[in-house]
C-alpha cells in the first residue's frame, strides 16, 4: 500500500524559508509524478510544483523563482524549498504521487507565514 508522509511546515516569517519533505512507501510505477499542492482557507487546491520521473518540472506562476522542487528516487522523497516566503503562501501543503492507474494524497502539513 502507497503512503505519502509530509513533514517540515511550520511558521515563518515573511522573506523567511521552509523546506517541505514527503517520503512515500509502498510499491508504485517508475513512471510518476510527484508534486506538491496547496490550500488556503475558503480556496480551491492548488499545484504548487510538481515533478516527473524524468525531473521535468513545472511551478505555479506566484512560486516560481521564490520554490524549487526536487527528488531523491533512492528515498521515494520529494522536497519543495520555500524561499521568499510571503503571507499569501499560507496553506496546508499536500504532497501528491501520479501514476498512470493511481493518485496518491499525503495528509498535509500546514504552513503558516507571518508578516
Known amino acids: 500500500q502507497v503512503q505519502l508522509v509530509e513533514s517540515g511546515g511550520g511558521l515563518a516569517q515573511a522573506g523567511g524559508s521552509l523546506r517541505l519533505s514527503c517520503a512515500v512507501s509502498g510499491s508504485f510505477s517508475s513512471i510518476n509524478v510527484m508534486g506538491w499542492y496547496r490550500q488556503a482557507p475558503g480556496k480551491q487546491r492548488e499545484l504548487v510544483a510538481r515533478?516527473?520521473?524524468?525531473?521535468?518540472?513545472n511551478y505555479a506562476d506566484s512560486v516560481k523563482g521564490r520554490f524549487t522542487i526536487s527528488r531523491d528516487n533512492a528515498k521515494k522523497t520529494v522536497y519543495l524549498q520555500m524561499n521568499s516566503l510571503k503571507p499569501e503562501d499560507t496553506a496546508v501543503y499536500y504532497c501528491?504521487?501520479?501514476?498512470?492507474?493511481?493518485?496518491?494524497w499525503g495528509q498535509g502539513t500546514q504552513v503558516t507565514v507571518s508578516s
Open positions: 501528491n504521487l501520479w501514476t498512470a492507474v493511481a493518485d496518491y
Open positions: 515533478i516527473s520521473s524524468g525531473r521535468t518540472t
